[in-house]
């Protein structure tokens, strides 16, 4: 199985959002582990600043992988402008040609996750596949890649998706709901060569991430 841990950016950044830098602690106990990765969720601030982030990750022999901010609280100064989340995506399509081995991602996946917008469709609650089953009403059915719970740390309580119960699913910018997204799409991606490509390369980073594919 493999262990995810929480990223929010540099040692200082690390230091304003969660009172210390987390990764000095996590990187000496899980440091060369294959079975484990971070989950760099990368804010608006640090925009031109994530590949100091990225070596130090490769330094620790670890990988990665990205998500973005969704400024549930409306925090001055953490909510993403259309210019830098363009920036962003660039961004991160030149670490992934500098840290393959590194960065467990794809190109297709920066796009849809930094516009929101996949095959002309966009993300929000009529598109997400990631919803709890039992608090999912919607009509018709949304596609789904696993019958999807989300528990709570007491094993009882059933929250509605893996991220905040209150976020504006319009806003949402959570990694793993638009992987699978695009994932349960398949269909409409098999217009031209390109798109099928797209779909097998994020198919592929899923595979990745969980270590269902050698890496």
């Given at each position: 199985m ?34 484990t990765y ?15 982030v ?5 330094d ?5 992988h ?6 549930d ?6 909510s ?5 989340l ?6 991160m399509?030149?670490?992934?040609d ?5 960065i467990?991602?794809s190109?297709?996946?920066?796009e849809?996750?930094?516009?929101g ?10 598109e997400?596949?990631?919803?709890t ?14 019958h ?8 009882k ?26 994932m ?9 060569t390109?798109?099928l ?5 994020v198919?592929?980073?899923?595979a990745k ?7």
């Open positions: 493999m262990v995810g841990i929480s990223l929010w950016g540099g040692g200082e950044d690390e230091k304003v959002l969660r009172g210390k830098d987390t990764f000095a602690v996590s990187s000496k106990n899980y440091e060369g582990d294959p079975y971070y989950l760099y969720t990368i804010t608006p601030k640090q925009v031109g600043k994530i590949e100091p990225i070596k130090r990750i490769v620790v022999g670890l990988k990665v990205l998500q973005l901010l969704s400024n609280e409306g925090v001055d100064g953490f993403w402008r259309p210019e830098e363009r920036d962003l995506r660039f961004e399509d030149e670490m992934l500098s840290y393959p081995q590194t467990i991602s190109k297709y996946y920066h849809v996750l930094t516009t917008v996949m095959k002309g469709r966009r993300f929000g609650w009529n997400c596949p990631s919803v089953e039992s608090m999912d009403n919607r009509q018709p059915p949304v596609r789904r890649l696993i999807f719970y989300r528990w709570a740390a007491d094993l309580t059933v929250h509605r998706c893996c991220t905040s119960a209150t976020r504006d699913c319009s806003t949402c910018k959570d990694g793993a709901a638009h992987m699978s997204w695009v349960v799409n398949k269909r409409e991606h098999m217009n031209t390109q798109d490509q797209n779909w097998i390369e198919y592929e980073m899923f991430l969980y270590r269902l594919i050698p890496w």
